[in-house]
C-alpha cells in the first residue's frame, strides 16, 4: 500500500489520538480503520480508574465500524505518542483477527515513522471461531 493512500488514514488516527483520556499512563493513542468503501472510522485509547476496564484505540475504532454494521476492512492506522513504534496489544491483536483479519496495519509515531504489517506477522497461530466449531464436533 502506497504512503499517498496511508498518509490521510494516519492523520485522522493522529487526530483521534488528541481525543484519549488517559490520565493513569499518558500514553495517548489514535487508532482509524477503513472499510472497503472507503469509509473511515476512528478511536481513541480510553483509560478507568479500574485498569481492567481500560479499552484501547483499535477496539474502539473496529467496534465503532461493526456497530454500524462495516464487516470488511483494507487498513486500520495506529498512531502512539512513542519514540518506537508501537504494535497492539494482544487483546487488540485478536479482535483485529477476527474482525480485520485481511486489514493491512500501519504502525505511526509523533516523529512520523511508519511500517506496515500484517495481523499474521503480530499474532501467529491465532486463535478463532474455527477451534469452536472443532470442539462442538468432539462433545
Known amino acids: ?27 495517548l493513542v489514535g487508532a482509524a480503520i477503513r472499510t472497503n468503501t472507503g469509509k473511515v472510522y476512528t478511536g481513541c485509547n480510553v483509560e478507568s480508574a479500574s485498569y481492567g476496564l481500560t479499552v484501547c484505540a483499535e477496539r474502539v475504532a473496529i467496534w465503532k465500524a461493526v456497530s454500524e454494521g462495516e464487516r470488511q476492512f483494507t487498513d486500520l492506522a495506529i498512531v502512539a505518542d512513542s519514540e518506537s513504534l508501537t504494535p497492539p496489544c494482544g487483546t487488540c491483536r485478536q479482535i483485529i483477527w477476527e474482525f480485520a483479519k485481511n486489514a493491512n496495519i500501519v504502525l505511526s509515531n509523533h516523529r512520523g515513522d511508519t511500517e506496515t504489517v500484517s495481523i499474521r506477522d503480530l499474532l501467529p497461530r491465532a486463535f478463532d471461531a474455527r477451534f469452536l466449531k472443532e470442539a462442538t464436533r468432539q462433545q
Not at 496511508?6 to 499518558?26: K, Y
Open 1 to 27: 500500500m502506497s504512503e499517498k493512500v496511508l498518509q490521510p488514514l494516519i492523520e485522522e488516527a493522529t487526530r483521534a489520538r488528541l481525543q484519549s483520556v488517559a490520565p493513569f499512563s499518558q500514553f
